[in-house]
């Protein structure tokens, strides 16, 4: 069983949809949790860090469930320029570990 | 955007022959990583570096070597290619302890034929 792991999708929405991914990590001692961005043949670059608390940034929300090991980032009023593949990452003693994605496509 | 760049960007080599990637950033952050990314494993973290000289193994350093001879520079060497090292290499950097967020560059992606 992979550390962290995502459902690879597609998820294929209509523009203005709301959209939720979910991420499970299997090592209850994880600290740190994060969301990436990746677009095709690009860099993944930073989304949002994921704080015990929830946080939110514009249409994007993040959640941690500490009881059920998973992280979740919410889009809302999905944007076409949304469409990539989001990545969840774990830091666990240091090490930090990726799930291997979830592609979305916006449609318009 | 962090100010990382990776040399080459694109290669294609042979079964067999040594390989060095080069990671060069200008952000003078102390931590430095190389990763490999493949479809349906993600991102794997193949070695880091703490500072000069200062490095360790990640998940997947077999056949991996690396060097950080300046702050700002990152080496990756493949001392004997093979197909299994076909991938796409991204290097990143982050500014504090590895537990906080790290910043990649645009990647290398290395053919081994």
């Known amino acids: 069983r992979k550390e962290v792991e995502q459902d690879p999708g597609p998820f294929n929405v209509p523009e203005g949809a709301t959209v939720a991914f979910n991420c499970t990590y299997s090592?209850?001692?994880?600290?740190?949790f994060f969301w990436y961005r990746q677009d095709c043949r690009k860099e993944p670059k930073l989304l949002m860090s994921?704080?015990?608390s929830g946080n939110e940034d514009g249409r994007f929300t993040a959640q941690l469930n500490r009881a059920s090991q998973y992280i979740s980032l919410l889009i809302r009023d999905s944007k076409l320029s949304d469409s990539a593949t989001y990545l969840c990452a774990v830091i666990r003693s240091g090490d930090m570990r990726f799930g291997a994605g979830t592609r979305l496509t916006v449609k318009p | 955007d962090a100010g990382i760049t990776q040399s080459p960007r694109h290669k294609v080599t042979e079964t067999g022959t040594p390989v060095t990637l080069r990671c060069h950033q200008t952000e003078n952050h102390r931590y430095m990583y190389w990763y490999r990314q493949d479809p349906g494993h993600g991102l794997r973290l193949i070695h880091y570096?703490?500072?000069?000289?200062?490095?360790d193994k990640g998940e997947v350093s077999d056949g991996y070597s690396v060097s950080r001879s300046k702050t700002e520079d990152f080496l990756l060497t493949l001392e004997s290619a093979t197909s299994s090292q076909t991938s796409v290499y991204f290097c990143a950097i982050s500014d504090q302890d590895r537990a906080y967020e790290q910043y990649f560059g645009p990647g290398t992606r290395l053919t081994v034929t």
């Open positions: 570096s703490y500072g000069v000289k200062d490095t």
């Open positions: 994921v704080y015990s």
């Open positions: 090592n209850s001692a994880s600290q740190s």
